[in-house]
């Protein structure tokens, strides 16, 4: 399946494969470009400065200091180790079905809370947890041996396997694909807040970060956030969760229920803990892995963790339809729209292998309604427009919606710089 462009129709119909929030991808591979995927990412593990032995043991060391890999069982359940990946969490003895492996105290994670008791808070007020987060990170980062968080900033890579961190080169090779487009937007984007708190809050405040902060600096800390926070500890609760999530993915693992909470310390502690549990038995020795997301596109896996998956799935791309202002029946279509759940834009999930979804059709009509057609526009028929669009229309208004399907597939096809067949035989 390939993502559509852009593509402005005549008289009413815009059709275009977009996303509906800047952080959020939704996009298909051929099967050639899933291979160069897994092939680029598999070329960038060794690349992207795994710590040194010395800085995991420290990290270990620190954390025991801390209270976190004291453990009332001896060995403790799990350990930071070097595996495949990386850095993995590495079970220490045989570990049951749902048993905690990890508990990490609120005084040990880093979200807008640590920020704003920080040194740099009386300035980040205001600011996206994840922009007053990346500046924390990179503050601290400066700061060296003087940082109590030290130990854990030493285990964190120079860079993930997303391919925000691709050079030119390397994103070459998926060259007519959404998901390139779609990782320029975010960089666009990273940038933009970059400049943005670069001007209200970097320069004017020298004496709070003395070191130099670039676009790659920043961009480097949003990739660490975006690879390692957990689902739901996002948006206003972002939340980096030292050791807990150092926990790698498994594709074999079909179940994400209640592998982590947050709870209190005890019956009467107000204290807050991290819990995070195994989902699976793990043998002594087994790397314990839990399911990241079971709902993120292909796109979303490869933007946020540099890593594709071959379920189907997967395999998921954004259908954004618009009812054009130049419409001359724009508000027409807009109200009958609105009445119907949807608005001027509308974003539609479209999965390999699964029905499309149920009002994609309804509104395709919709917004390709015209010439002796429009009388469905008229009030009289504004309560049962919708049931009419579920079914055909007209052959007029089925011929434009399959001509700007076709269309579009046409000029998708045409941004790749290889054909089917030579992908066939690559």
Not at 1 to 15: H, Q
Not at 83 to 110: F, H, M, S, Y
Not at 148 to 166: E, G, V
Not at 306 to 334: A, W
Request: hydrophobic share 40%; aromatic share 10%.
């Amino acid at each position: 399946m390939l993502a559509l462009p852009r593509l402005l129709l005549p008289p009413s119909l815009l059709c275009t494969i977009s996303n509906p929030h800047p952080l959020s991808l939704l996009t298909t591979t051929t099967t050639t470009t899933t291979r160069r995927i897994i092939a680029l990412s598999q070329s960038r593990q060794h690349a992207a400065a795994i710590p040194s032995e010395s800085a995991v043991r420290d990290f270990w060391q620190w954390l025991s200091d801390e209270g976190v890999a004291n453990s009332s069982s001896s060995p403790p359940p799990v350990k930071p180790e070097f595996v495949p990946e990386g850095l993995g969490l590495v079970a220490q003895r045989d570990i049951t079905k749902n048993e905690v492996v990890v508990e990490v105290p609120k005084k040990l994670w880093i979200n807008p809370d640590t920020v704003a008791a920080s040194d740099i808070g009386r300035v980040c007020g205001g600011l996206k947890p994840w922009v007053a987060i990346s500046l924390f990170l990179l503050r601290e980062k400066a700061l060296g041996s003087a940082s109590s968080w030290r130990p854990y900033l030493d285990i964190l890579p120079l860079a993930t396997d997303s391919p925000i961190f691709w050079s030119e080169e390397e994103l070459s090779e998926i060259q007519g694909t959404q998901l390139l487009s779609t990782i320029m937007g975010v960089k666009e984007f990273v940038q933009s807040e970059f400049i943005k708190v670069e001007d209200d809050v970097i320069l004017p405040n020298k004496d709070l970060f003395s070191s130099p902060i670039t676009f790659n600096d920043f961009l480097w800390a949003f990739g660490i956030l975006r690879s390692r926070a957990f689902p739901r500890l996002r948006g206003e609760n972002l939340a980096l969760i030292p050791l807990a999530d150092l926990i790698n993915h498994s594709s074999s693992i079909t179940s994400e229920d209640s592998f982590w909470e947050i709870k209190g310390k005890g019956f009467f502690s107000r204290e807050l803990i991290f819990s995070l549990r195994t989902p699976i038995y793990v043998k002594a020795g087994d790397q314990v892995y839990i399911q990241y997301d079971l709902a993120k596109s292909n796109a979303e896996l490869a933007l946020d963790y540099g890593f594709i998956e071959s379920r189907q799935d997967r395999e998921v791309y954004t259908l954004t339809l618009e009812i054009t202002e130049s419409d001359p029946f724009y508000g027409d279509k807009l109200d009958i729209a609105e009445t119907n759940g949807l608005g001027e834009t509308a974003y539609f999930d479209v999965i390999l292998g699964s029905p499309l979804p149920p009002s994609m059709l309804p509104y395709l009509r919709l917004v390709a309604l015209g010439g002796t057609d429009a009388f469905l526009l008229e009030s009289i028929f504004r309560n049962s427009v919708w049931g009419h669009l579920e079914l055909p229309v007209s052959r007029a208004n089925e011929e434009t919606i399959c001509r700007v399907v076709r269309d579009a597939c046409k000029s998708a096809l045409s941004a790749y710089h290889t054909t089917i067949e030579e992908n066939m035989m690559a």
